[in-house]
């Protein structure tokens, strides 16, 4: 989803349900991407990322997708927990102006687990 | 086995005051990088370290901002003068090798309030 500002899509859930939080990404030449989980008080942590040569991979309890025809990407998040609500970011690995690479964040989703 | 650390955690100035953050990256780590965050947006990079040299600084506004890494270990972040739009999460990553797929271990952060 897009973010304004403050007003950061939310995304609610019930406790054991699976999530799915949509990402777009801008550069078609981006060939590497990474969810980020943010808590409050505490910097990005790394969840899971995808090479530009896949369209899915698998982790504990996470799945990325790619759809490299859109410039879409999904977490999916199963049985989703208390502990799994906070901010989740998208990155692309980017080229810059500089012609290096660097990691650019787009806008954030907060989840929510609902006990 | 410690993570990023920085500090401050907080700090509050008055606008037209210096600043200064500082941070120390996981041991062995050489590269090392200085993120801004605004508050609901993603982090925004300002500057990227290999050892002692930046490498990437291409988004660091260097009328007020300025950066070293002096024997390639930690770093300092250096605001003067600090406007109110400076109010932000100054974020410190670092990542054993800058290349494409090296994860970034992030810092907690320092939340500067500019008055």
């Known amino acids: 989803g897009e973010s304004v500002g403050l007003h950061l899509p939310t995304l609610s859930v019930q406790e054991g349900d699976n999530s799915i939080i949509n990402c777009a990404y801008s550069?078609?030449?981006?060939?590497?991407f990474i969810w980020y989980k943010q808590e409050s008080g505490k910097g990005p942590q790394f969840i899971i990322d995808i090479r530009s040569n896949m369209d899915k991979r698998q982790g504990q309890r996470v799945t990325v997708l790619l759809n490299k025809t859109v410039k879409h990407l999904s977490l999916q998040i199963a049985a989703t927990q208390p502990g799994d609500s906070a901010v989740y970011f998208c990155?692309?690995?980017?080229?810059?102006?500089?012609?290096?690479?660097?990691?650019?964040f787009g806008s954030g989703t907060r989840l929510q687990v609902q006990p | 086995e410690a993570g990023v650390v920085q500090s401050p955690r907080y700090k509050i100035i008055e606008k037209k005051q210096p600043v200064a953050f500082w941070c120390n990256p996981i041991?062995?780590?050489?590269?090392l990088y200085w993120y801004l965050q605004n508050l609901g947006q993603g982090p925004e990079l300002l500057i990227r370290?290999?050892?002692?040299?930046?490498?990437?600084d291409s988004q660091l506004p260097k009328d007020r901002f300025s950066a070293e890494r002096l024997k390639g270990v930690d770093s300092t972040l250096k605001i003067q003068p600090a406007e109110l739009g400076d109010s932000a999460v100054y974020l410190c990553?670092?990542?054993f090798g800058g290349g494409l797929y090296n994860e970034q271990f992030f810092g907690p952060g320092t939340r500067l309030t500019v008055l």
């Open positions: 370290y290999e050892n002692e040299e930046a490498v990437d």
């Open positions: 990155a692309e690995n980017m080229a810059r102006d500089t012609g290096r690479r660097a990691l650019t």
């Open positions: 990553a670092s990542s």
């Open positions: 041991s062995g780590h050489n590269t």
């Open positions: 550069n078609s030449a981006s060939d590497y």
